[in-house]
């Protein structure tokens, strides 16, 4: 039944029945096991270093989706939302009735609420497939992740399952353990003001994510992430993906410092008339 629910929510969406199939053949397939052994870091782990990159358009909407208009007529082509399979396990979040509700009016008004378009951080699993890269820096003790978007990190603490949060904060607290060639690690403590994408997808304070790193090769790794929150879904759910490698010479992360992009955009109420010369109302 999963391949039908995803077909007839892309035929809503506009798109082919060709797509729809391929869609939810996608969906129903699981991702076969893999063989591969990762390189080892001088502690005798999976070497997952390096800089990373998802290839989907799961920021726009991680549910399978056709091409939309963007707000903005001057940007034309290309300020267009890019139509998508979803990286949803089954093709659709099983949301509460009510919750469904929200997230379309989210989505009637996402160029106005989404949290990102403001430079707030992201959260998880969002930031991991941002059109952004990442990078992942492993010690023994923790493992930290450095994201380009609105310079955003995370500490992951290894091998301490008892310790807990001080307080809920933009980006989870996260606890990590090695399960053979995979990376765990337990998410909790997300404030509820982040979303899933631009298209209006949410959760509440109670969200609770837990994802699974696979380096799949050594430019590689297959990204798992099952999201639990009761308040909003009628059960578990996941999103799956993979991860590229960024092999370019020197490549580095930039800084993507976007405060100053979104300063006008949020507080020009406050101050009409500075930016442009004029005398403040």
């Not at 300063?263 to 109302?281: A, F």
């Amino acid at each position: 039944m999963r391949g039908g629910n995803v077909r007839i929510r892309m035929r809503r969406a506009g798109l082919s029945a060709a797509v729809a199939a391929a869609v939810a053949v996608t969906a129903a397939t699981p991702v076969q096991a893999q063989d591969y052994r990762a390189a080892r870091t001088s502690d005798g782990e999976p070497d997952l270093n390096g800089i990373w990159q998802a290839l989907t358009t799961a920021h726009w909407d991680i549910e399978a989706h056709a091409a939309r208009s963007g707000p903005i007529v001057e940007l034309g082509a290309l300020g267009a939302v890019p139509g998508g399979l979803g990286i949803v396990e089954g093709g659709e979040i099983p949301y509460t009735p009510a919750a469904r509700a929200k997230q379309q009016e989210n989505l009637a008004r996402w160029w106005e609420l989404d949290p990102a378009i403001k430079c707030f951080m992201p959260g998880i699993p969002r930031a991991n497939y941002m059109p952004f890269p990442f990078q992942i820096i492993q010690t023994p003790e923790n493992v930290i992740f450095a994201y380009e978007f609105a310079s955003a990190s995370r500490i992951v603490y290894m091998n301490r399952p008892d310790f807990e949060s001080p307080g809920d904060n933009w980006m989870g607290h996260s606890r990590g353990h090695w399960e053979g060639e995979t990376l765990v690690i337990d998410v909790s403590a997300q404030v509820p003001d982040t979303w899933l994408d631009s298209s209006g997808n949410h959760h509440s304070e109670e969200i609770h994510v837990l994802e699974r790193y696979t380096a799949t090769g050594p430019d590689h790794l297959h990204y798992e992430a099952t999201i639990t929150d009761p308040k909003t879904y009628t059960r578990p759910w996941k999103v799956s993906f993979p991860l590229y490698r960024r092999i370019e010479e020197n490549m580095q992360l930039l800084d993507f410092k976007c405060v100053v992009f979104a300063e006008e955009l949020m507080y020009r109420h406050l101050s009409k008339g500075v930016w442009k010369g004029g005398d403040p109302e």
